[in-house]
């Protein structure tokens, strides 16, 4: 990475609408910008996000929480999809 890199930085209008996501290996992740469950099976939970869709793949998928803006999810996540 150039040191100019660095310093860039996303501009505010481009980040408002993208989801925050946090993984904790492949058991966990939690994300921040939900607008609610499409899908919630024990292999696939997809999550409406207001500039995407997320899938969640993997087994023993559940929802831990759920609230208006966020979602954890707990299992063995093995793949993860964006679909615009």
């Known amino acids: 990475m150039k040191k100019s890199d660095k310093n860039r930085k ?3 209008e481009l980040t408002y609408s993208l989801p925050i996501i946090e ?3 492949d058991r966990s ?3 921040e910008g939900s607008t ?3 899908k919630y099976e024990s292999e696939l939970v997809s999550i409406n996000t ?3 869709v997320i ?3 993997g ?3 559940t929802l831990k929480c759920i609230s208006p803006t966020a979602v954890i ?3 063995c996540i093995t793949k993860t999809e964006f679909i615009r």
Request: overall charge positive.
């Open 59 to 61: 087994r023993g998928l």
């Open 10 to 12: 996303i501009p505010v």
């Open 23 to 25: 993984f904790t290996g």
């Open 73 to 75: 999810i707990d299992g």
């Open 50 to 52: 207001r500039s995407m």
């Open 36 to 38: 609610g469950v499409l």
């Open 55 to 57: 899938a969640f793949y």
């Open 29 to 31: 992740v939690i994300v």
